[in-house]
């Protein structure tokens, strides 16, 4: 049961949420004041890996609380308990979310991606603030329903993505939009990163091991085929980044990392008109181990052309040498972007402070900000943070058009994004959704 003060609370925040979201930048001072006043009751889904950083650092902004933790492995949410050890501890975010209701104000997902859209889309229907780990979505047409989902119940959202609030993205970020190598007429980015490998494994073990006592398989295998749980590292926990059912290889890994300051930086709010890829091989369970993507983005004020290649590399391919023209004592780094400008390349490393071609010019560093805190205070004040689910869908649904043209080396598949439609290969577009386990389905908005 709710009682009528938290009620109260809850609606009054909602509201003044409301009212500032229609008035952007001008929430009147009076809104801001008391809604900072306020505190966020927050609960975090997900309490290890990554879970665990995202919780502690949006724990640490002082009008959080956190009401609850979810994970559906009782045994990995020992962690999280010396951060509120009066919060219960829930195995299911529905029966977490059904029973605290209103005590809830926002949600962290810090799931595997397979799951990141059930659950989120649950918590924005029942109007939870979401912070949601990047990918944002396993597949395309999951990232389109965050994004429409989010604006219909005109929630905070932010992705997990907390290097897009890191010094060394936003100084190159801005050196691109100051016009510091004029327009860009290509970008490639690459990671070292493989598709498979974690587990070992390219095909579901022959034997299995027993379900851990602490952990709830069926909600962890959630909207995926079920199967048999395998073994410790087999999918759970960590290496579901191999396998389709569950995750999203190199570039549903990285994608989201690397090319955010290429679509932040360049103002890239179109749909991909085409992808292109080129792997080593996959079957129907793993990602390839080496891959090439390459992408046709519409072309933006700070490209050369009406459309912009965008190059993705990964399990150990690069750019071909020659293509980043750098000057004497510049290196390469082992993972990041090069924009191929009008007067000159910049060099941006991944999660590292970027440099140009342009003899003698150098680039001034720009602050980072608090991602975690960011999102907490837009929470608080009705002030949507620019890389919500509108943004990090978009981003999302390109990384996983990747995916989809996996299926199909060598073809080059046009997409019609309004659509949500490969127009050239009929055979592609089941490959944008899945199919979903009955009692897992997720409605379309
Ligand atoms: N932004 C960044 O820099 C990083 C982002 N990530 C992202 O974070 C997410 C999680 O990755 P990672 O921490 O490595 O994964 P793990 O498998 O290590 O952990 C995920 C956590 O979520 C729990 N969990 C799984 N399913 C559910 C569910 N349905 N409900 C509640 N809890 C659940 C897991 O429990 P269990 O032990 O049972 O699996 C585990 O505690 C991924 O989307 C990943 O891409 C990861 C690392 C860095
Ligand atoms: O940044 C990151 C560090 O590595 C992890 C494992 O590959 C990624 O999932 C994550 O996004």
């Known amino acids: 049961m709710t009682s009528s003060k938290e009620t109260t609370r809850r609606d009054f925040l909602k509201t003044t949420v409301a009212a500032a979201a229609a008035s952007t930048f001008a929430a009147p001072a009076f809104v801001r004041g008391q809604n900072l006043n306020s505190q966020l009751q927050f609960a975090g889904i997900g309490t290890d890996g990554k879970g665990y950083s995202d919780i502690k650092l949006i724990a640490s902004h002082d009008k959080v609380k956190c009401v609850a933790f979810c994970d559906v492995d009782l045994a990995r949410t020992e962690k999280v308990k010396p951060l509120a050890p009066e919060a219960p501890i829930y195995q299911d975010y529905k029966a977490m979310l059904d029973e605290l209701g209103d005590k809830i104000d926002a949600v962290s997902v810090s799931t595997p991606d397979h799951t990141h859209a059930i659950i989120s889309m649950d918590a924005m229907q029942r109007g939870k603030h979401v912070y949601c780990q990047k990918p944002l979505t396993r597949t ?78 069926n909600l962890w295998v959630s909207v995926a085929p079920m199967r048999p749980y395998g073994g410790n590292r087999v999918y759970h926990p960590f290496t579901w980044r191999d396998w389709q059912d569950f995750g999203s290889g190199a570039i549903g890994d990285f994608g989201c990392h690397l090319l955010d300051p290429v679509y ?14 080129e792997h ?46 750098l000057l004497p004592g510049q290196s390469l780094p082992g993972g990041g972007s090069i924009f191929v400008g009008e007067k000159g390349n910049l060099i941006l490393p991944h999660v590292g402070m970027p440099f140009v071609n342009i003899e003698g010019m150098t680039i001034e560093p720009v602050e980072g900000l608090d991602h975690y805190h960011g999102w907490v205070d837009g929470c608080l004040s009705g002030k949507q943070p620019s890389d919500g689910f509108e943004y990090g869908g978009h981003l999302t649904e390109a990384v996983q058009l990747g995916n989809v043209a996996a299926y199909f080396p060598g073809e080059t598949l046009e997409f019609d994004g309004k659509a949500l439609k490969i127009t050239n290969n009929s055979a592609a577009n089941k490959y944008l959704t899945r199919d979903y386990r009955t009692g897992f389905e997720i409605a379309s908005i």
């Open 140 to 217: 395309v047409w999951e990232a389109r329903q965050m994004r429409l989902q989010a604006k219909k119940s005109g929630v905070i959202t932010r992705m997990g993505n907390q290097i897009h609030s890191h010094s060394a993205y936003r100084t190159g970020v801005k050196a691109i939009q100051d016009g510091v190598i004029g327009k860009v007429s290509a970008v490639h980015s690459w990671v070292g990163t493989t598709g498979h490998g974690r587990s070992g494994l390219l095909e579901p073990p022959k034997t299995n091991e027993a379900v851990p006592k602490t952990l709830d398989w």
């Open 264 to 277: 932040t930086a360049l103002k890239i709010t179109g749909d991909p008109i085409s992808v292109h890829s």
């Open 280 to 325: 080593t091989g996959m079957n129907d369970e793993v990602w390839p181990a080496q891959e090439t993507i390459k992408y046709i983005i519409p072309g933006t004020q700070y490209t050369a052309g009406r459309s912009l290649p965008i190059n993705w590399y990964d399990g150990g391919r690069r750019p071909a040498n020659g293509i980043a023209k």
